[in-house]
């Protein structure tokens, strides 16, 4: 084939064969997540229902569950001690309007009203 004089048949020969190239090589790497992701998830669920082994060491204990006046915020919890949540909320909204910073980016731990 001469390469300097490529007649328009040829042209779309060349650019339909390159596409489909690419497009087989694209479904192949498709299957190829596909059955990764498969493979994972078949792991996972295998992993889930096999007990861990006992090794004959005393296990920790679990974590004491929160208290249960939490109230979430987007930089974590916040406790509240005998306060109203409005009254929380409008005292993290005056601190973060005094501040100048966005809520999201003040952490609050806890709030209580001093008496």
């Known amino acids: 084939m001469?390469?300097?004089n490529i007649s328009v048949m040829e042209?779309?020969?060349?650019?339909?064969l390159g596409m489909l190239?690419?497009?087989?090589v694209l479904i192949f790497l498709m299957a190829l997540i596909k059955l990764?992701?498969?493979?994972?998830s078949a792991i996972e669920r295998?992993?889930?229902?096999?007990p861990a082994?006992?090794?004959?060491?005393?296990?920790?204990?679990?974590?004491?569950a929160p208290p249960a006046r939490l109230a979430r915020g987007s930089c974590g919890g916040?406790?509240?001690?005998?306060?109203?949540?409005a009254t929380a909320a409008m005292v993290m909204a005056v601190v973060a309007d005094g501040l100048k910073l966005p809520l999201n980016e003040l952490r609050f731990i806890s709030i209580r009203e001093v008496k």
């Open 36 to 40: 990764q992701s498969f493979l994972v």
């Open 2 to 4: 001469d390469t300097t």
């Open 11 to 16: 042209g779309l020969l060349v650019a339909v």
């Open 46 to 50: 295998r992993g889930e229902r096999e």
């Open 78 to 85: 916040v406790m509240l001690h005998d306060v109203p949540d």
């Open 53 to 64: 082994p006992d090794t004959g060491f005393p296990q920790p204990p679990a974590p004491a």
């Open 21 to 24: 190239v690419v497009f087989v």
